[in-house]
């Protein structure tokens, strides 16, 4: 984004002088929206990101916690929705790369990765092109560097006919006191090592800054080609650099390019340093705009002391990268740029780095009335085909053609794997059976009709899913995908976003310890896409011999539901898919009935009386027992009028509702008595719907009559083939 | 009658090509071939055409490969000829 | 002390993996060496693990086999030591042929990660010892390149010579003759595209499968101790 007439009177004022062009290419850079979060600093501070076990807060590349006495995990989320929406393929394969830089920066290995993806609908052509080769873009990514894709979301939706939302979020681990945060001091090296610096990506940040045009032609200067095998090599240099603890600090140079990393490092430290950038490794002669603002990638900054410059230089030609030492630190507090020992450039760099905030307006849309309507809707008279209909949905059918693209086992800490249970769980590999469970939630149809509402259910739902694995919820890192900040209609969708999320983290004492911002997510005529709340969570484990998977394991046992099932159809895929409506109240978030639930499966857990457990969310009571039979391929015979329910009349809402704070347990049958005892302790309504049978159906009830009786291997075929089909 | 038209598709000039710099680097430079300044790696397809000539041979070709996005024209240059 | 090499080009991913798989199911000692580094006299058995060597580009393995460390195998290979190629291991050696045939990219043009259930044929040699003619077991593939092609003529010889494993029920890549690996005559080099080390521990098997990559292990552990 060009920058303002405003931000060029003061970039003079800073100056005392008419800035060169080399300044002002690095202020337009840094400036640009996606690089300094004028628009959103503000409120982002609503966010709570405070807890004794977090380490490293929002600020740094990435964010830190202690998981375990001494152990780290360190995870980020971030976004690539611009460049996948013009080079999918490249775009969704930059976006892994930069994600596992950025968890490289703390000296973290990365363990695992997601992808959060909001995609069109498959049967529009240019959405089914973007949508393969997103897919194949991070598989092929992330496959060559060695990190297994575990866990996900994604979501199908026409308005990301165009314009789709990629997030990818990385987990890594370190240990406590080898995380790389020293104090750059005066006299520091500064060393770039990885690809050579070319002029793919110039201005980048600036791209993501801009609603896309319509004439591709002009967006191509900001497409960017990864190397998988540098970033392969580049984990693996920095992986035996940090074990020798020969290096101070650690950058990746990413949005913003060279000009970002430096004067983030200088600012944060009140440092000046001098750089000399003809002595950089570049693909081909460029200018020294060129240089400072260019985005190629796989490259990283690294602050070394002097006197382990030798050993650094060592293990960087052991594994073959390229690298040059372009500078050193001083107290100066200035950024002074050479070419050829001129001087090109020299800005104070706290200036550089932390501009002015903008106080953005915001108002709802008319178009926000649609959360607050009341919902008239006819019963279907085919109960069964509406519920093959909402299972066979893409936002509901297994997500097989994806993960299975993904090497998910690669690392072999992959215990819950993809399809398995409700969130990814993976073993530390550290000689105890500790382990961590991962997962990515979001819910565009909520954020759309009630960003708060739907936010804070984002942060429920990913929360439900930590604990269903049996893990302990930890921290949560967020990202934003909204429309164009200038708007305040647009904008009114992120500050309610953020403040849902605040709300539902604070209740449920979850720190968000790392986030992202992506604005201006409009097509050429200036419509926002749904706007997105992406929650990533990560959750601990003290043994991941009992976790919990989703599938049903034994016929006899007990299917439980846990928590009331309220009439809350609005925004629900069965009102979508069976009836085309995307409108109506979205179910209200339940932090206290949520977090009642998670001690009482914490309680069971540590009994020893859950065989299973499934959360409830996206199509309902029904579906989440359908998808637990259809994993284990075991039938059910089920009453549904067992179930707690608040005002239900009609059996589509008991069915289909996502009612929030739900779950569904299976019970060994041995232990359904001390698991009543529990709930009713704690208050909580559970209601004992039937049992797992191995009769090859599913069967289910209501009021004595039999309303659904279906073939398991029929619903296992629609359940697991549906979005093959819409694919292949 | 029968044509058959070469494809042939590299990434664009300012777009890095990881592959080509690879097998450059470490398997040409690596075995002495000094003289190798540079390696493009690509798709190679072959189309067997039945068309009027050889110009609406090659026309339909081009048109396909953007219409398909058998090339992304972000990212890729193609080169259509005919093969003798 | 007995010492298994565990090698690493530019781009191998499941080194560790391997160690950690030896050191904890084994009473072998592994290291991984730099592919720079390695010297086949200093070790007893070799292991080429998975990964994306140099990034596959131009070709799977194709690069890595142009490597001295290559020459290096070979001398091992004629030192009488077990060499085993896991995946791009595999395709390393099938590029240096090694073992015959050739590996490409998987017929449905995906790549795939998911279990799949093996026969072992005629089993012989340090890594196979333990499994039985016909056993079956599970393991978990995760390649986009691994369809195995050899002419008929080959197969032919192969299947009255050489160990194989097969896939079994389903071909999830189009291999031909449903082969997944197979051995050197003797059985002395060994190649799959199955993962042998992400399918030696119960607690990363899947419900109703039986980890099939512990048989590996064991058999090179009872084979470097007694002979084969």
New interface residues.
Partial sequence: MPLTQDEIKTIERILGRKPTQEELAMFEAQWSEHCSYKSSKLLLMWLPTKASHVIIGPGRDAGAIEAFPGIAIVFKIESHNHPSAVDPYNGAATGIGGIVRDILTLGAKPIALLDLLYLGNPKDHHANWLIRNIVKGISDYGNRIGVPTVAGDVWFDSSYNRQPLVNVACIGLVSKQKIVNDKPEPGDCIIIAGNDTGRDGLLGSSFASRPLSSDTDKDIGAVQVGNPLMEKLIIDFLIELVEEGVIKYIKDLGGGGLTTAISEVMADHNLGAEIHLDKLHLREDLTPIEILVSESQERMLLIVNENNLDRVKAILNKYEIPYSVIGRFDKSRRLRVFFKDELVADIPAKELAKPHVIRRMYRPPIEALKGLRDITIPLPRDMQQAFEMVLSSPNVASKRWIYEQYDYEVGIRTVIKPGQGDAAVLRLLDGTKRGIAIKGDANPRYTYLDPFRGAANSVAECFRNLVAVGSEPLAIVDELNAGNPEKPTHFWYFARMVKGIAWMCDELSIPVVGGKVSFYNENEYGQQVKPVATIVGVGKLVNIEKAKSMDFKEPGSYIVVVGITYPELGGSEYLHTVHGIDEGEIPIPRPVAELKCAKLLQKLMKHEALLSAHDVSVGGLATSIAEMSVQGMLGVDVDLSKAPIRTISRLDELMFSESQARYILEIHEGKLNLVLKETQDLGIEVGVLGKVVDNGKIIFRYLGKTIIDMDLQHVHEVYTKSLDKLMR | MMYSIEVLITNRKNVRDPEGETIHKNLVLKHGYKNIVNVRAGKYLLFSVEAQNAENALELVKNLCLKLRIYNPIVHDIEVRLHD | MTKIAVLKF??T??D??VV??LKTTTNLDAEVI?YQDFRARKFDAVVIP???S?????RAG??AA??KAMGEIRVAIDMGLPVLGICNGFQILVEATLLPGALLSNECG?????WVRLRVRRPRGPWLILLEEGQEIDM?I?H?KGRYYIDEDTYMKIASTSPTIEYVNENPNGSSFNLAGLASPNGLVLGLMP?P??SA?E??T??GKIPGGIYIWKSIELSLKRGW
Avoid: M, S
């Fill in positions: 530019p781009g991913n499941c560790l993996d950690h798989v730099w998975g990964g994306f140099y990034g596959d580009w131009l194709a690069i142009q490597t995906y790549f795939v990660c998911k978990p995760a986009g993962h080390e992400r521990e607690e990363l899947p419900r």
